[in-house]
């Protein structure tokens, strides 16, 4: 049964108090603390209590269903028919015969690539932490039954096309706060009934100087560029696409945005507390694509592609499917791609195994340079 919000949310913080409580004990401070990226694992992760492992809704169009964000995939199925296009012809060219789609949400990119794809997929693996999530979405994919499997973990050696949506922004990540000139990595502890923000003096700094003076909070992505290295470890043929919010190294660590970019999302209303409502609340953090692709690159994929997710979409005959769309339908699919919306803000990045090839999503408006 699932548990009531309050409770939840109590039962996590109890958990999360004990990792703090540990960490004073391993160490030579008095006061617990635990570094950001441990607390957001666990406010996400946790089994059975984090955003990700509870029962509660997350994926949907409006908060009176209970949830607290919508993706591309939910937003239009034309997203998943595009894409389709591109993993149709990064199969081909691959000469392979399956798909892996990391952090599958509800299942509806999966519904779609399958659909529209057919034949062109054997085997459909999805790879998720929730076994809430896992649950809805076999009963989506029930009809696909026969392809589509739930894996736990990558094997030796991978051939296949990789597809992640949203998947990078949801990896923990740490902070650093420069305050008075002196880099710290902040942390949580408890005070009184609450988290607080503790700061720590740290030798971590960000992959990039930052000019100026002022006080400057910003992330660093270890655990997402961690993940890409482990996938160019397996990946011995085939290609991955992973889309998500983010920027360049260059406009990610700005001197402007000194106050770093993570928020936190709930009931369709986001704000920059992570601290609060834990379990209950989406905990993100936008993506430095330069060292994704740093990452991918120095384990030895090639980096095929970086552009926005309009151009990409518009690539892949976004613009020929609503052509043929209803006018509502046509209405949501441009959130896809107009700047004010997904289409700027949203990226996708591509990298391949084995002979380079110029993928379709790329062929107008790549900006592999900018990285």
């Known amino acids: 049964m699932e548990k009531t919000a309050p409770s939840l949310t109590s039962a996590l913080q109890t958990e999360i108090r ?36 509870n029962e509660r809704p997350k994926f949907g169009s409006q908060d009176a269903d209970g949830s607290d964000f919508v993706t591309a995939p939910e937003l239009s199925g034309l997203f998943g028919q595009a894409l389709a296009a591109q993993v149709a012809q990064a199969l081909q060219v691959t000469g392979t015969n399956e798909v892996w789609e990391f ?36 009963l989506r994919l029930a009809r696909f039954a026969d392809k589509v499997q739930w894996v736990t973990e990558l094997p030796a050696t991978l051939q296949a096309v990789v597809m992640g949506n949203e998947v990078l922004d949801a990896m923990p990540v740490q902070l650093l706060a420069r305050v008075g000139g002196v880099w710290h990595e902040r942390g949580v502890a408890w005070s009184g009934e609450a988290f607080v923000w503790q700061d720590r003096p740290t030798a971590l700094r960000p992959p990039a100087d930052i000019d100026g003076p002022h006080d400057y909070l910003t992330e ?21 696409f992973f889309l998500d919010y983010g920027f360049p190294e260059a406009e990610y660590y700005h001197p402007q945005r000194s106050t770093g970019t993570v928020m936190c999302h709930y009931l369709h209303r986001s704000d920059p ?35 926005s997710q309009a151009r990409f979409l518009m690539n892949c005959g976004l613009l020929s ?51």
């Open 103 to 138: 952090g599958a949400g509800s299942g509806a990119l999966a519904l779609q690539l399958l659909e529209t794809l057919g034949d062109q997929v054997q085997r459909y693996c999805i790879v998720d932490l929730s076994g809430t999530l896992r649950a809805r979405q076999q």
């Open 18 to 53: 004990r990792a703090i409580t540990a960490s004073s004990a391993s160490s030579s401070a008095a006061d617990g603390w635990i570094p950001f990226d441990q607390f957001m694992a666990q406010a996400l992760y946790h089994p059975g209590l984090g955003y990700y492992a």
């Open 220 to 240: 660093i992505h270890p655990q997402a560029e961690s993940f890409i290295r482990t996938l160019a470890d397996r990946l011995t043929q085939g290609a991955a």
């Open 321 to 371: 499917k609503m052509e043929h769309a209803t006018h509502a339908e046509r209405a949501q699919a441009l959130k896809l791609i107009t700047e004010h919306e997904m289409g700027e803000l949203f990226k996708v990045i591509a990298f391949g195994a084995g002979p380079e090839w110029e993928p379709l999503g790329f062929t107008q408006g790549d900006r592999s340079h900018t990285l």
């Open 273 to 307: 507390d992570p601290l609060a409502l834990v379990g209950l609340k989406d905990i993100t953090a936008h993506v430095n694509f330069s060292g994704i692709a740093l990452a991918g690159q120095d384990a030895g994929l090639a980096v095929l592609g970086y552009t």
